[in-house]
């Protein structure tokens, strides 16, 4: 019977061996596959935020230059000034209505 223990203990040791390189191989290929899918979805957002990088500069050359039109229009300007800010030309006069 202490043969057989033996064959056992021996066999058990063969196994556990044998399962340690096999979950370190398991880790690795998870590792890998967890990297290359984190890798795909990295370049996926970069192309995304590109394209919206140049629609937004796209924007800011519009709106640049729609202030560069509004700055040299006097008429603009001026209708701004007294609608928003409630400036008067001098000579103007300011009439206020209440209402009651």
Do not use: C, H, W
Not at 62 to 79: H, M, P, R, T, W
């Amino acid at each position: 019977m202490k043969g057989n223990y033996r064959l056992r203990k021996t066999t058990i040791k063969k196994g556990k061996k044998a399962i340690v390189p096999l979950i370190i191989a398991l880790v690795m290929v998870f590792g890998f596959f967890k990297a290359a899918y984190t890798f795909v979805k990295m370049r996926v957002q970069k192309a995304s935020l590109t394209s919206e990088i140049a629609s937004l500069k796209e924007d800011n050359t519009k709106l640049s230059g729609k202030i560069q039109d509004v700055a040299n229009d006097e008429e603009y300007v001026s209708k701004t000034a007294r609608e928003q800010l409630g400036l008067v030309k001098d000579g103007e006069t300011v009439f206020i209505l209440v209402d009651k």
